[in-house]
């Protein structure tokens, strides 16, 4: 498959903005782990404050989300809009190192965390107007796999800085804190291509005041929910499974250090995900050209299931490790298919506003999943479970309740996908 120019340009973003979700899947864990441990949480406050940053950043940007992405349908609005939440990204990433405190480190988190979802919130909608509809699959796949791959270079250098850094006289400390500087500066530089080639063909043209205009659209939007149907179940759907998969890879890190695992061991089994998640999301790219694409999807939201009932019974390192490998390869068969699907299902001239509303169902921040992790952590605390003779964690039950999410998303995306192909056969 032969790509063009904006097409390779498009998922070199992919690529920007993976080291970032790396990092917040790995180091950052950590450094809080530490600034935690210097205000005296305890394990279960760690793992609790740590998902509600998660749910605060996403309560946010499913606030703007939907405002800003109709907002971007008008005329000249998307790449004004992608540039500064790119930068709000870039920005709190980079100086995330300078908190004083594991309050203020949230705060900063949260920030960049918002910028980076608000960014997926024009960058997805661009898929509509870089590819026709027959690469959708292909192109958002590769975006995926590339992203993955390309992610490990700066991670490795981050690892490497916060590993070896003694050698030269760099302690682990500095070293994470230089491993978020050199995130942001990748994610800037792997984005300069978008901005320069991407320019808006597609949009509505405003009568009046533009975020005026926007609220009313939005509010026909919610109108049409009963012609849309399939859009708006397909939307509920994904916000339940999709909240599962972000919630795993948000707390992966900072369930196995409540769990006491051996932290380069965690990182290093995360590293495994990224590389195995690389060939994996080429084949469901290549998957999608002979099957359905929502049979693919319902295979990997039952996988998942089962993902997140074994980590109930993770205790050892190895364990972790066989999680790791099990997460990377689905994570980016799942990730890219749904985005693709709902460019198939949408108007390309409304893409900002339906990715916008994509984005309120958990792209990139996990709220429900996040949420039920902490509640469930902090209200086990002290309790003893176990299950055939095998003693389980309360943080363990708490990740597994994950599994609910994925049940309720399978059903619901059944139901989306009936629909959308008894509309298609009229």
Known sequence: MKLTKLEKSWILYDVANSAFVLLVATLLPIYFDY??????LSQSDYLSYWGYAGSVATILVAIIGPICGTLADQRGFKKPLFLVSMLLGVIGCAVMGVAWGWLSFLVIFVIAKVGYSSSLVFYDSLLTEVTP???MDRVSTLGYALGYIGSVIPFGVC????????????????????????????WLVC?????????????????GNPVTATFRQLGKTFKEAKQHKHIFVYLLAFFFFID??????????AYGKSLGLETNGLLLALLVTQIVAFPCSIAFGRFSAKYDTALLIKICIA???????????????????????????????????SRSYLG??????????????????????????TTLVAVMSQVTEGMEFSLFGLPI??????????????????????????????????
């Open 35 to 40: 600034l935690a441990s210097l205000g005296g």
């Open 133 to 135: 509809p027959e690469k």
């Open 159 to 186: 690892l490497a800085v916060v590993l070896c850094g003694g050698a030269i006289g760099i302690d682990q400390i500095t070293g994470l804190v230089l491993s978020f500087l050199i995130t942001a500066v990748w």
């Open 191 to 207: 984005s300069l291509p978008l901005l320069k080639n991407y320019r808006q063909g597609t949009y509505r043209t405003h009568v």
């Open 244 to 253: 599962g998969v972000y919630t795993i890879i948000d707390m992966a890190t």
């Open 303 to 337: 996988c998942y299931t089962g993902i997140a009932i074994f980590a109930i019974f993770l205790a050892q390192q190895w364990q972790f490790w066989v999680l790791a490998v099990l997460v990377g390869m689905f994570q980016g068969g799942i990730q890219a298919l």
């Open 344 to 369: 198939k299902i949408i108007p390309a001239e409304r893409s900002g506003e339906y990715y916008g509303l994509m984005d309120i169902c958990g792209k990139g921040a996990s709220f429900v999943g």
């Open 393 to 426: 964690a309360n943080t363990g039950v708490a990740v597994g309740s994950i599994a609910v999410l994925f049940v309720i998303g399978y059903i619901l995306f059944c139901k989306a996908d009936k629909l959308n192909k008894a509309r298609v056969s009229v």
